[in-house]
């Protein structure tokens, strides 16, 4: 298969988070915070009522991005936005050496206690060190090694699963279509790939988003984007790890609920052309997914 990450055994050398060109790529800029300590946010509490009760615990559902991770941190530790970006030069995570300090696709989902004296960089410790511990044992790396694959490639192939597939059923077979079109030399044309380079979410991605010039264009760039595109969960790693046997190249939801898969380009290009047409004709929007 032809993949633009480098091909390591699932147990490459790992080192503490260093941040390069390549791992600052995927992190969206946000705006500059104050100078200085940052200084917890003062809740103004109307006269009679009582303060609200300070979380105990953070949240992060599968699929969000490390973006969104960051500002979720922010938020429940009440922090200036963009406190917790910022804090990445300080923590020290344990990620693979291909992540080259980008912490996107480690950030694992779950729930995190956040414990007397809560920081950001203990809660992405947190999240890196139980994303090593699902990723690096059985059943993840030995899949990944079983499909000739780094543990990192598999994260990666697993980010798209999760955003690509409608529901966990289509998993697998979102999986396999990822395979085969690796190992047929095609370029992937992963709208989810566009839509992180962009920074949307949801989206059909126009005729000029397949243009840009991104490392995450898989309609113009071959094999895997060079990192994952958002932080996976299990169901998407199972997958990603053990695809759906199938010949699939192509798929796209033409209803909720209706996901199909072929490996014949007509056949997939009527499934389109239904697509479109529901999607003129009702909300929510139904979009394609591969050209």
């Known amino acids: 298969m032809q993949m633009n990450t480098p091909s390591r055994s699932a147990r490459s050398t790992r080192k503490t ?30 006269a009679g009522q009582e303060a609200p009760p ?58 995190y206690p956040l414990g007397d004296q809560p920081t950001p960089e203990k809660l992405l410790a947190a999240m890196v060190d139980t994303a090593n511990r699902k990723f690096l044992g059985a059943p993840i790396a030995a899949g990944a090694q079983r499909n000739a694959l780094n543990v990192y490639q598999a994260v990666t192939i697993a980010s798209i699963v999760q955003a690509e597939a409608a529901t966990k059923d289509d998993m697998g077979r979102v999986a396999r279509v990822i395979f085969n079109r690796l190992a047929r030399g095609m370029p992937l044309q992963m709208n989810s790939t566009i839509n992180y380079a962009t920074g949307r979410t949801g989206l059909k991605p126009t005729v000029e988003d397949t243009r840009i010039d991104s490392p995450y264009n898989s309609y113009q760039r071959m094999g895997l984007p060079p990192t994952p595109i958002d932080n996976p969960g299990e169901d998407a790693m199972r997958a990603a790890t053990n695809p759906t046997p199938g010949d699939w190249l192509y798929f796209v939801t033409v209803k909720p609920g209706d996901t199909r898969f072929t490996a014949d380009q007509a056949e997939h290009e009527r499934n389109v052309a239904e697509a479109e047409r529901n999607r003129r004709s009702a909300s929510p929007r139904v979009t394609a997914t591969t050209g």
């Open 17 to 46: 988070m260093r941040l390069t060109t390549r791992g600052r790529l995927a992190l969206v800029a946000a705006g500059a915070a104050g100078a200085g300590t940052a200084a917890a946010l003062l809740l103004l509490i109307p």
């Open 54 to 111: 300070r979380p105990t615990s953070l949240v992060i559902p599968a699929g969000w991005r490390a973006t969104q991770v960051y500002e979720a941190v922010d938020k429940t530790l009440d922090l200036p936005a963009g406190t917790t970006q910022q804090s990445l030069a300080q923590a020290e995570l344990d990620l693979p050496n291909d992540a080259e300090g980008n912490p996107e696709g480690y950030l694992y989902p779950a729930t």
